[in-house]
């Protein structure tokens, strides 16, 4: 098994603030999320990423499947 060291990965948040975020262009940023602490990822129907995380869930541009490489995990059989 070859471990892989970088427990972090580089994503662009969409960030968005309530109403105004209807008004206007979503804001966009670059992150690095560590993925011991993502719970669970899935697509929205916008084409964006969810990830949720231990208390909060997180919008990033990646599409899933660009995201579920990223955080693919390997398995010792």
Same mark, same amino acid.
């Given at each position: 098994?070859? /471990? $892989?060291? $970088?427990?972090f990965?580089?994503?662009?948040?969409?960030?968005t *603030?309530?109403?105004?975020s209807?008004? *206007?262009? *979503?804001?966009?940023r670059?992150?690095?999320?560590n993925?011991? /602490?993502?719970?669970?990822?899935? @697509?929205? *129907?916008s084409?964006?990423?969810?990830l949720?995380?231990?208390?909060?869930n997180? /919008?990033v541009?990646?599409?899933?499947?660009?995201?579920?490489? /990223?955080?693919?995990?390997?398995? @010792?059989?």
């Open positions: 098994m070859k /471990k $892989n060291s $970088n427990k990965i580089e994503l662009t948040e969409v960030v *603030s309530g109403l105004a209807h008004m *206007s262009k *979503s804001k966009r670059t992150i690095a999320v993925k011991d /602490k993502i719970q669970c990822a899935y @697509p929205e *129907s084409g964006y990423t969810i949720q995380m231990r208390r909060e997180i /919008k541009e990646e599409a899933y499947g660009e995201v579920s490489i /990223k955080i693919t995990i390997e398995v @010792p059989y």
